[in-house]
Structures are given as structure tokens and as C-alpha cells.
């Protein structure tokens, strides 16, 4: 056990496969590697079923993160029983151009709003907000991103930032050192960069410079760019070691992205199984590995992912990290969260909807 810590570092996230805990779900959510679990929309029936399948996690794992990719837009996993039905960080970035300060002030409801939901439902987190920017040719980013200025991404995202803190809920700027300029969807293959460190730090990576004291997670692209490093940035120490932590000051957590992504554990030309993918991602400087969609059917890649991390872990190949799993730790609310009644009914709530909606941003309930 690591010295100062009530469990070693816990540095996976996985995912669980339906609306209800299995016994499969149960025996990988228990075992001491864990860290977090990551919800998606086939996790999703109704409210009072997210809170029971939360409390279940909790009551097996109290120190588990439990998270979600919510951002709003096309990308939000709730959308049904009364969630608001969040805008894509590009109409917020459409507003600026129109009124800069209501759209902050609508930046950062929509934060209040999308941590308030999530967390009245037992969600500790979610990977949001984007910092990649609009060059108009990317499908996989584009109306995910505010803007194609950095300087407006960042204020925006600064605003939604300090609504979701409001609420109780850390945040994760994605995706290091941006993903919007490459026109390649790493979902299905490895997009290419290949511009100079110079030219990505005056441009897409200055949210993360300018935010590297409020941001408390990070999480990095599935991107090469081949004339800084020539593996992708979240396999990189060159990109989280030495940019991100030592030239940009960064201190929080450091997620990576999806594993099972198709740019997710090609290193150096070679496909890596699952555990030496985490491995190699934690080495490059990650706190934490995500695997995701592997607990459907048998979901033997999650526990190779797991045999394999253990089994490594002795030989060795991984050592727990203390600097890690606090900052792992520091990412869960430090307040109980509102019931759902209580909370629809709080001033803060209800205003941060009426700003939302006066701004022509979000459906009413149950739309």
C-alpha cells in the first residue's frame, strides 16, 4: 500500500454495461485498481434508476468517481425526465459575437446547470469543457468547440468552469494540445498535426496556458504531431511532462482518452493490448487510464485489462503513484448534492434556466 493513502492508487476508468449492476460489474468495480466509472447513454432509463445504479457503485466503492462525457449539444448523455437539454458550445460561441457579456452570463448557467443535473442524479463528474478550437473542418470536434479564437474558447470556458464549480463539480478541459485544426476523427483512425510546437502553443494550446490555475483535469488528444513528438499527446511525456506540467504549470489530474479508440494504443507503429496501452499512457504521464464500451457482451477486454494491469504491477512494469491518486481524490465533490425536488426549486437553479432560456439556449423539461 502506498504510504499515506487509505487505498493504493486507483488509476482505471472503466465503464458498466447496462441500466443495473451485473455480478461482472460488481467484481471489477471492487477490485482496488479502479478508480472511476464512466456512464453513457445505454446507462440511462430515468432519474430515480441513474440515482439507484449510483448509490449501488457508491456503496461498493465510496471513493470511486463516478463520471460522464456531458457537455451539451450532440454530446449529452441525458436528455430525458426532466434534464435540460444543454447548447453546443458553439451557439454560446455564436452569442459572443452577438453579446459578449450575455454570453458569458449564459456560459456559465449552463455550467451551473449541467453540474447541478448531473450531480442531483449521483454523478461526481464530467469531461467538460472543451477547449479544442473551430477551424470548420473537424466532424468529430466541431460545434463542441466555442470558437475558433482561443481568447473567446477560453473565456467561455472559464464561465462554464465557474458554473460547474458553483455546483460542486470539478471539470476537464479537452482535448491537450487541441484537436480542432486535424480533420481526422481519432474515434476511427490516427489524425496527424503537423504544425511546430510554436505554432500550437500561440494558438490552440493557450486556453490551457491561460487556465492551467483553474482547470483541475485535463484530458489529451489521440493526435500526433510528428515535429514535437512522434507519439500521440497522451502518450507523450515530451507533450504531459514537459509542456503541459513543467512549461505550462499544470497541476491537476491528467485523464487519458478512451483506449479502445482507434488511435488509443497504436505506439510507435504497434497496437498494444489494453493494460500495456494504460501502461504506457500513465508512463507519458496520465493519472489516470480510460477504457470505454468494453463491458458489453462478456466483457473480456476489461478483464484482460485488469489481469494485465495487476500482472504488471507485480513484475514491477508499474509502481502506484501518492501525486496521482490525489489528485484522483481531489476531483470528487466536496459538498452533498441537492435531491431533484430541492434543487428545482433553489433560486440558483432556477435562474440559471431562465438565463438559458432567455437566450434562446435551452429546451424546457422534458423536451
Known amino acids: 500500500m502506498t504510504a499515506g493513502l487509505a487505498r493504493p492508487h486507483a488509476p482505471l476508468i472503466i465503464d458498466v454495461a447496462a441500466t443495473e449492476l451485473n455480478d461482472a460489474d460488481r467484481r471489477r468495480i471492487a477490485n482496488p485498481l479502479v478508480g472511476g466509472v464512466i456512464h453513457f447513454a445505454r446507462n440511462w432509463q430515468d432519474r430515480a434508476q441513474m440515482s439507484a445504479l449510483n448509490a449501488e457503485i457508491k456503496a461498493i466503492r465510496p471513493d470511486l468517481l463516478i463520471c460522464v462525457d456531458?457537455?451539451?449539444?450532440?454530446?449529452?448523455?441525458?436528455?430525458?425526465?426532466?434534464?435540460?437539454?444543454?447548447?453546443?458550445?458553439?451557439?454560446?460561441?455564436?452569442?459572443?459575437?452577438?453579446?459578449?457579456?450575455?454570453?458569458?452570463?449564459?456560459?456559465?448557467?449552463?455550467?451551473?446547470?449541467?453540474?447541478?443535473?448531473?450531480?442531483?442524479?449521483?454523478?461526481?463528474?464530467?469531461?467538460?469543457?472543451v477547449l479544442d478550437l473551430d477551424y470548420g473542418g473537424s466532424?468529430?470536434?466541431?460545434?463542441?468547440?466555442?470558437?475558433?479564437?482561443?481568447?473567446?474558447?477560453?473565456l467561455l470556458a472559464k464561465s462554464v468552469m465557474?458554473?460547474?464549480l458553483q455546483m460542486g463539480m470539478r471539470n476537464c478541459g479537452k482535448?491537450?494540445?487541441?484537436?480542432?485544426?486535424?480533420?481526422?476523427?481519432?474515434?476511427v483512425e490516427i489524425p496527424v498535426d503537423r504544425r511546430s510546437l510554436k505554432a500550437i502553443l500561440a494558438d490552440d494550446a493557450r486556453p490551457y496556458d491561460w487556465l492551467a490555475g483553474t482547470l483541475?483535469?485535463?484530458?489529451?488528444?489521440?493526435?500526433?504531431?510528428?515535429?514535437?513528438?512522434?507519439r500521440p499527446a497522451g502518450f507523450s511525456s515530451r507533450w504531459l511532462k514537459d509542456i503541459l506540467r513543467n512549461r505550462l504549470a499544470f497541476d491537476g489530474a491528467i485523464f487519458s482518452d478512451d483506449l479502445s479508440?482507434?488511435?488509443?494504443?497504436?505506439?510507435?507503429?504497434?497496437?498494444l493490448s489494453y493494460a500495456d496501452a494504460a501502461l504506457a499512457a500513465l508512463d507519458a504521464g496520465c493519472d489516470l487510464a480510460m477504457l470505454c464500451n468494453q463491458s458489453i457482451g462478456d466483457g473480456r477486454p476489461l478483464d484482460e485489462l485488469l489481469e494485465g494491469?495487476?500482472?504488471?504491477?507485480?513484475?514491477?512494469?508499474?509502481?502506484?503513484?501518492?501525486?496521482?491518486?490525489?489528485?484522483?481524490?481531489?476531483?470528487?465533490?466536496e459538498t452533498p448534492p441537492l435531491d431533484w425536488n430541492t434543487l428545482v426549486d433553489s433560486a440558483g437553479y432556477r435562474h440559471a434556466r431562465q438565463v438559458l432560456a432567455q437566450a434562446g439556449l435551452a429546451a424546457p423539461y422534458g423536451a
Do not use: N
Request: glycine share 10%; net charge positive.
Open 261 to 271: 479508440m482507434e488511435a488509443g494504443r497504436y505506439i510507435d507503429g504497434e497496437l
Open 175 to 187: 482535448h491537450f494540445p487541441g484537436h480542432g485544426f486535424v480533420t481526422a476523427d481519432s474515434h
Open 309 to 333: 494491469f495487476a500482472a504488471a504491477a507485480r513484475a514491477g512494469r508499474w509502481q502506484p503513484d501518492a501525486k496521482s491518486e490525489v489528485r484522483r481524490r481531489a476531483l470528487r465533490p
Open 70 to 129: 456531458h457537455e451539451g449539444g450532440r454530446v449529452q448523455r441525458f436528455r430525458t425526465d426532466g434534464f435540460t437539454r444543454l447548447p453546443s458550445m458553439r451557439a454560446l460561441g455564436e452569442l459572443w459575437m452577438r453579446d459578449a457579456m450575455r454570453a458569458t452570463q449564459a456560459a456559465t448557467a449552463a455550467g451551473q446547470v449541467l453540474a447541478a443535473e448531473l450531480r442531483a442524479c449521483g454523478i461526481d463528474f464530467s469531461f467538460a469543457p
Open 139 to 154: 466532424s468529430v470536434i466541431g460545434d463542441r468547440s466555442f470558437h475558433r479564437d482561443p481568447r473567446v474558447a477560453a
Open 216 to 230: 483541475t483535469a485535463v484530458m489529451p488528444a489521440h493526435v500526433i504531431y510528428p515535429k514535437v513528438d512522434r
Open 162 to 164: 465557474h458554473g460547474m
